[in-house]
């Protein structure tokens, strides 16, 4: 590996990086972890209450760390997301609001990346003119705008209907549990899915700055520009669904995206796992929450919180 860590030198190195580190540093990526999770936590908040659903801020955010504990042990970067839809419409009683506030919250950060990513690739076209990169922004482009009308548009649930609904049983009743989620999710009046994509832009910007303060940790000298057009596709690559946790996949993505702006292998594996490192605390805080909080009484039995 060109970082060196297959051999007990390079893990040394490694290690003598991290010992180096200035305790600013720690406190500034610990605090800039807390901003991001609340940011994503704040933007749940306003599109449930939005729907009424009756649920605190500090509730959303407990549940919000638990899905990032099980986005670590479960395949792609979903399954935390299917846990919180169960968490919230267990406690609330209300599944498919549950589940669409989770979907839309997701769905906006998801759309937000892509733009930007593409942006990025756009502005640097020969800095990132590498196919499988630009394929693959456009690809997830296209899908999030098929996305975007098979929900719009009744067309497409209707046609699977007479292909399936009618033939086979479980389909049918498959078929309107996903339009009672489609129902659900076409019910947000447009104010609050503009908030959403005003703190999905938010929570990028903030996601610059975190990484762009772990490689300063380091030493680097990448410049906030440099980073304000790598984090996009860093993220873009990070959130592709080929590992449990992106484990090697975030590591990767590092690599790959600040060696083209001249970052040695070392330097960005080292920020890699300096971000890792910190995913690992919250998510550990979520496991914590997930024992004492995730089981939370339905709100017919007990009070808002």
Not at 17 to 22: N, S
Request: glycine share 8%; proline share 4%.
């Amino acid at each position: 590996h060109q970082a060196g860590l297959l051999s007990i030198e390079g893990w040394q190195n490694l290690i003598d990086r991290f010992t180096q580190i200035k305790p600013l540093f720690i406190w500034a990526l610990v605090g800039l972890g807390v901003l991001l999770t609340f940011s994503s936590a704040l933007k749940w908040y306003m599109l449930a209450r939005s729907r009424g659903l009756p649920v605190s801020l500090w509730r959303l955010y407990t549940y919000y760390l638990i899905g990032m504990f099980f986005n670590l042990i479960l395949p792609t970067g979903m399954g935390g997301d299917v846990v919180r839809m169960h968490q919230l419409g267990r406690y609330t009683e209300r599944y498919a609001d549950a589940a669409a506030s989770v979907f839309v919250e997701r769905f906006s950060g998801m759309v937000t990346l892509f733009v930007l990513a593409l942006l990025a690739v756009v502005v640097n076209l020969r800095l990132f003119n590498l196919p499988w990169l630009t394929v693959g922004i456009s690809l997830a482009v296209v899908s999030a705008a098929l996305i975007c009308w098979s929900i719009v548009d009744e067309r497409p649930f209707k046609l699977a209907q007479q292909l399936f609904g009618k033939r086979v049983p479980l389909f049918r009743k498959l078929l309107a549990k996903m339009e009672k989620f489609r129902q659900a999710v076409l019910a947000y009046p447009p104010g609050p899915l503009w908030v959403a994509l005003i703190n999905s832009l938010i929570f990028h910007f903030l996601a610059v700055v975190n990484a762009w303060v772990s490689v300063l940790a380091f030493g680097s000298d990448l410049s906030f520009l440099n980073m304000l057009v790598a984090v996009p596709i860093i993220l873009f690559i990070m959130n592709l669904p080929v590992s449990i946790g992106g484990i090697g996949l975030m590591e990767f993505a590092y690599s790959f995206t600040l060696g083209l702006f001249g970052a040695t292998p070392t330097l960005a594996i080292s920020a890699a796992l300096l971000i890792r490192a910190k995913s690992f605390l919250f998510a550990g805080i979520g496991g914590l929450f997930y024992v004492l909080v995730g089981n939370g009484r339905p709100i017919s039995k007990g009070s808002a919180g």
